[in-house]
């Protein structure tokens, strides 16, 4: 019979950490695919969450200073796509705040694989959009936006699922 594995030893506070970002990545791609919006309550409390799990777990103070680095970088690239009206501000803002979790370790994986998953994202929601929508969903108000060609692309659900993806490999979890 197969023995499960057994949880590493890290202390409530490691856990807590280890959970927050998920959870609040989750909530990202919930809020953007129904309501088409991040709130800043929600990328605000990630970003400033950064310093207390830094503190918390001991990360070294050299690495806080990249995760810092890394997070204004990326608040600059997505400030400026954002201004040219690329993407939203909501998803600008959860990128750089991600970005300040992930670090420079995981910043070019994180933006590979959100930049991929956003385009099928992207190619799914054409295809759907191009569909009808069966009369059972008519109904449902965050579909009928989902299903709006006049309506952007929730791309909180790439930078969710990319951040992650990327989370899952960081030395958060080592």
Same mark, same amino acid.
Not at 9 to 14: C, W
Not at 66 to 80: I, K
């Given at each position: 019979m197969p023995v499960l594995a057994e949880l590493p030893?890290? =202390?409530?506070?490691?856990w807590a950490v280890i959970g927050l970002f998920p959870v609040a990545m989750l909530a990202a791609a919930l809020w953007d695919a129904a309501a088409m919006r991040i709130p800043n309550w929600l990328t605000g409390g990630l970003a400033l969450a950064f310093p207390i799990a830094a503190a918390g777990t001991a990360l070294p103070l050299e690495t806080v200073g990249?995760?810092?680095?890394?997070?204004?970088?990326?608040?600059? *690239? *997505?400030?400026?796509l954002f201004a040219t009206g690329w993407i939203g501000g909501g998803d600008a803002k959860l990128f750089?705040? =991600?970005a300040l979790w992930l670090g420079h370790e995981g910043i070019l994986a994180y933006t590979l694989v959100t930049t991929m998953l956003g385009g099928g994202l992207t190619l799914l929601l054409i295809s759907f959009r191009g569909l009808p929508l069966p009369q059972a969903l008519i109904g449902q108000e965050w579909i009928l936006r989902l299903h709006d060609p006049r309506e952007g692309v929730p791309y909180g659900l790439a930078l969710a699922a990319g951040g992650l993806l990327v989370f899952a490999q960081s030395p958060w979890l080592g």
């Open positions: 030893d890290y =202390s409530p506070l490691q990249w995760h810092l680095l890394t997070g204004l970088g990326a608040l600059a *690239v *997505v400030m400026a750089a705040a =991600s």
